[in-house]
Structure formats: structure tokens, C-alpha cells
């Protein structure tokens, strides 16, 4: 019954932007911490960026080295949706993108992403 669909993916030239969306079902993401992952083939899973239920005292989000500065983890509460804004898109950042609940661990089924001129 939980369910979790990414989409927003696609071809976009370096130094541009996208926004990723996870759509949720069966929970409410507010309740639960969130997070997207990515992953080229051959390397392991990397957590991109996570961002704390609310009741998580500390309200935290979390970036990964290579994207700080460029990528904002925000949750739609209404809309039951996750979201990923990536700037400033580099080739580097090419990867199928994952939406997870970490409570559970569920995975959503990944949407690409590439970044080429």
C-alpha cells in the first residue's frame, strides 16, 4: 500500500535546472523522514539529500558534499509530495534518482536524469 513515484526527469544542459517530484501514497509524508538517493551504474547508491518528519526535534535536512549549495530537498504537506530542486546541474550529477522512506525503506521506481550538452 505504500507507494512512491518519482518523475521530473530528463535531458537538461549543464548549468541548467530540474525539479524532481515524489508523489506519495498510503503515508503521509510529513510524518516521515524522506529522502532521495542516486545511482550510476556500477557505483553504489548515494544519499543526495534528506529532510526530517515533523517530529524530528531537530527539523534537519541534509545535503551531500557534491550537491550543497545546488539541490533543495522541500516537502508539499498538501499535496502529500516530495520534492527535489536541482541547480546548476554539472554532468557529474547524471543518475537514475530515488525517492525513499527511510522508516520501511521504500523505494520508488527512479527517474533519469542527464546532463549533457
Known amino acids: 500500500q505504500v507507494q512512491l513515484v518519482e518523475s521530473g526527469g530528463g535531458l537538461v544542459q549543464p548549468g541548467g535546472s530540474l525539479r524532481l517530484s515524489c508523489a506519495a501514497s498510503?503515508?503521509?509524508?510529513?510524518?516521515?523522514?524522506m529522502s532521495w538517493y542516486r545511482q550510476t551504474p556500477g557505483k553504489q547508491r548515494e544519499l543526495v539529500a534528506a529532510?526530517?518528519?515533523?517530529?524530528?526535534?531537530?527539523?534537519?535536512?541534509y545535503y551531500g558534499d557534491s550537491v550543497k549549495g545546488r539541490f533543495t530537498i522541500s516537502r508539499d504537506n498538501v499535496n502529500n509530495m516530495v520534492y527535489l530542486q536541482m541547480n546548476d546541474l554539472k554532468p557529474e550529477d547524471t543518475a537514475v534518482y530515488y525517492c525513499?522512506?527511510?522508516?520501511?525503506?521504500?523505494w520508488g521506481q527512479g527517474t533519469q536524469v542527464t546532463v549533457s550538452s
Open positions: 525513499k522512506r527511510k522508516i520501511g525503506e521504500y
Open positions: 498510503g503515508f503521509t509524508v510529513s510524518d516521515y523522514a
Open positions: 529532510i526530517g518528519s515533523i517530529l524530528d526535534p531537530t527539523k534537519s535536512t
